[in-house]
């Protein structure tokens, strides 16, 4: 990780109230935004990212040079579009791309946080961009839009602030965090906690648990793919010739894949955030301050709902999605649904996913012809 990252930020006016009971003094948040608000302020939609993602939804990475994890869904003649929106992306509190988060110095000392940062939560997340979207002088957001955990933001922004939100568009998410899920994200945090170098989280920056964070994000990654996507990509096929070597080098093209998915993630991320952002997403309960029923927690909200789910995505399988869905009609909300066919497994919404540009494209004109 570079701290010389000169990302765009905002020091919040106020300390942040988090779930924990916990302040979070004055808190950073880093974010871009893309396109010109309007007079009235009402083309501004939230992009909320995923666990490994961050503010660069639009725009080359500061750090790899890549473009932004959402060109396919953000740019000129794109659903979502600077001619059109106003777009703002920031980095979650717990991150590391210029956000407060483990990484960043403590206000008493100026060393890094640690394990000093208080654990966070998604609604702590949303409540570290709603007061961005203050400070920017926004009062009602045109949509809240995420894939994974920011399908989570979404929908926690629909909860939180009910009033400020138009539409919610929820990609590839759940409603809250399943045993399966938790137990896959604490073999990544042990992987990491055992890497001798983590030093209780009081490594020295450059100096982290690589080995262990590699490790992490191989296991993680997994989840994100599907079988048949493997299968297509990778089979059994060997990484060099047509014989075993019979040892425990990568002797298997996948082997190879996910050792460099590991390694090259090292680069870009932080342990400790890691452990973080984890650790929230598997707080992650929309029903839990309602007694359980999810119902409840759209009761206040007035915005229009869709959510996408895809066939082949069993991190967060279209019965989640339906979850939600049916929850909404519940609520007396309007929703649509869309599962749609892909190989890609979980990491579809990130990728050229048929069908997928087309329903965001018509559901936000939808909401904007209704304004």
């Known amino acids: 990780m570079s701290p010389s990252i000169a990302h765009q930020t905002l020091r919040l006016a ?23 608000l309007d007079a009235d302020r009402s083309n501004a939609i939230l992009i909320c990212h995923a666990l490994t993602g961050d503010q660069y939804v639009g725009t080359d990475h500061p750090l790899t040079g890549k473009p932004g994890w959402w060109t396919r869904m953000v740019g000129p003649g794109r659903p979502i579009d600077p001619a059109r929106h106003f777009i703002i992306c920031s980095n979650v509190i717990g991150g590391c791309m210029g956000s407060e988060g483990p ?70 998410t759940a409603a809250r965090h399943s045993a399966q899920n938790i137990a896959f994200h604490e073999v990544g945090r042990q992987a990491i906690m055992a890497d001798p170098k983590w030093k209780a989280g009081a490594y020295a920056p450059g100096n982290g648990p690589a080995n262990g964070l590699a490790v992490a994000r191989m296991a993680a990654h997994i ?74 927690a759209f009761a206040a909200t007035r915005a229009r709902f869709c959510v996408i789910s895809f066939d082949s995505d069993w991190l967060y399988p279209t019965a989640e999605a339906r979850r939600i869905v049916q929850a909404l009609v519940a609520a007396g909300r309007h929703a649509s649904f869309v599962e749609l066919a892909s190989p890609f497994g979980h990491d579809a919404f990130l990728l050229d996913t048929p069908g997928l540009n087309d329903v965001i494209d018509g559901f936000l004109k939808a909401v904007e012809q209704n304004a």
Do not use: C
């Open 14 to 36: 106020h300390d942040l109230p988090l779930d924990s009971g916990q302040l979070l003094p004055r808190p950073t948040v880093a974010y871009e935004t893309l396109g010109t």
């Open 103 to 172: 990484a960043s110095p403590h206000p008493e000392d100026g060393k890094p946080w640690g394990l000093r940062f208080p654990v966070v939560t998604i609604a702590d997340m949303v409540r570290a961009q709603a007061g961005l979207i203050d400070a920017l002088g926004i009062d009602t957001l045109l949509a809240v839009v995420g894939g994974s955990m920011g399908g989570m933001q979404a929908l926690q922004w629909a909860t939180s602030y009910p009033q400020r939100v138009r539409s919610v568009l929820a990609i590839a």
């Open 223 to 296: 989840t994100y793919l599907s079988e048949e996507g493997l299968t297509a990509k990778f089979g059994r096929h060997l990484q060099q010739g047509t014989e075993k070597r019979f040892g425990f080098d990568a002797d298997f093209q996948v082997e190879s894949y996910l050792r460099h998915q590991g390694m090259s993630f090292v680069d870009r991320f932080d342990a400790n955030a890691y452990l973080y952002i984890t650790r929230a997403l598997d707080y992650f309960d929309l029903a839990e301050g309602y007694g359980g029923k999810l119902a409840d």
